[in-house]
């Protein structure tokens, strides 16, 4: 296992061996992209290490619980190995959202409003009196009550336009986002694996809108020396393959994506950690890793350019350091008009999980 370290092991007090061995296992998936024996094997080696294990409950009875209650499928004809189930991919986009977005226990559902009040779907305190075109939901029935009383005495009670107050409301806007993963090789260069926490982020956020937000959209693709779209159930087995880096095939693939969404409120989310150093020139491809390449530059800040008169902005995740990088990174930004994140591997969740929020904020107007 090259590449991946790991801190001491202790035990989660309260949580059976059961729960302890899956959130192990389940880190692991993500690790070895789905491979459910080497995860096993990893696995097995850890508990020999930290003794998770009891003498009434070991690692052949956790295979057999995993198989029990559905979270990995048996060996059959059509697949020799096992391999997770449907329910484990949710268990761990569920997990994902959990580690990264902690923050969202803490927050009531549906805090996402825009400034601008007006004809909404979330109520806020305030009242108003009634205007013609406001929703009859909104009317608040005691207020109007309390004030036909007020104005016409009980005697004569009636109830007329002027006596109606509403609930002020917020508009939630709806969101369409593109997230842009980078599956070129550079991702797991060095000695650092820069791609496991790219996957997580993509797992956790998509966990986030389907289950929070679910009038928002959500399409998520790859990009290396071309870029084609992936469905949530294939994050956990995003690999890294021997891919330049073509970032102009992705945000080509990324603006034909938006185009099919009728929401206003667009955007496009990039997980990258290099420059670009591929394009495609008809059927052929156009490589250049070494510094800068000013045809693949111009191309890629020509998109930049083109999504920002479609008022698409872009947020950049930059998964490195490299002043030189950095400089590239900047003019593409500036381009666009969007954003540029620097961030560590460990701090790639909660800036996407930020951004987006403060994103959702916000009404794009053509």
């Known amino acids: 296992m090259i590449g991946w370290r790991f801190g001491e092991f202790t035990g989660e007090e309260g949580k059976s061996v059961f729960d302890q061995l899956l959130k192990l296992f389940q880190e692991l998936l993500i690790h070895t992209s789905g491979d459910v024996s080497e995860a096993l094997s990893w696995l097995t080696e850890i508990d020999k290490e930290y003794k998770i294990t009891t003498a009434d409950y070991g690692m052949a009875d956790f295979i057999q619980d995993?198989?029990?209650k559905g979270y990995i499928q048996k060996p059959d004809e059509r697949n020799p190995n096992f391999t997770p189930s449907a329910k484990m991919e949710i268990a761990m986009r569920q997990k994902a959202l959990n580690d990264i977005f902690d923050e969202l226990k803490k927050s009531k559902r549906g805090n996402h409003n825009t400034k601008q009040s007006g004809k909404g779907d979330e109520h806020t305190a305030d009242l108003r009196p009634y205007e013609f075109g406001d929703k009859l939901?909104?009317?608040?029935?005691?207020?109007?009550?309390?004030?036909?009383?007020i104005n016409h005495g009980i005697d004569e009670f009636k109830l007329t336009h002027d006596d109606l107050e509403v609930?002020?409301?917020?508009?939630?806007s709806q969101m369409s986002t593109v997230l842009m993963i980078d599956i070129s090789h550079s991702m797991i260069l060095y000695g650092e694996d820069r791609i496991t926490p790219a996957k997580k982020v993509a797992m956790a956020l998509s966990e986030l809108i389907t289950t929070r937000y679910p009038k928002d959209t959500l399409d998520i693709l790859v990009f290396g020396n071309d870029a084609w779209p992936i469905e949530i159930k294939d994050l956990p087995y995003l690999e890294v393959g021997p891919y330049h880096t073509n970032t102009v095939a992705g945000l080509q693939l990324a603006m034909d994506l938006l185009r099919k969404r009728r929401n206003p409120n667009k955007q496009i989310f990039m997980i990258t950690d290099g420059k670009p150093t591929c394009i495609k020139k008809g059927k052929k491809y156009y490589k250049n890793s070494f510094g800068l390449d000013r045809m693949i530059v111009n191309r890629t800040l020509n998109l930049a350019s083109r999504c920002r008169k479609m008022n698409i902005p872009i947020?950049?995740?930059?998964?490195?350091?490299?002043?030189?990088?950095?400089?590239?990174?900047?003019t593409f930004?500036?381009?666009?008009?969007?954003?540029?994140?620097?961030?560590?591997?460990?701090?790639l969740g909660e800036f996407i999980f930020r951004d987006y929020k403060q994103n959702k904020g916000r009404r794009y107007r053509r």
């Open 167 to 172: 609930r002020e409301t917020y508009y939630q």
């Open 333 to 347: 930004t500036k381009a666009n008009n969007g954003k540029a994140f620097y961030s560590s591997l460990q701090g």
């Open 66 to 68: 995993l198989i029990d």
């Open 137 to 149: 939901e909104n009317i608040s029935v005691s207020d109007s009550l309390r004030n036909a009383q």
């Open 315 to 330: 947020t950049t995740f930059m998964i490195a350091r490299d002043p030189y990088l950095m400089k590239f990174v900047d």
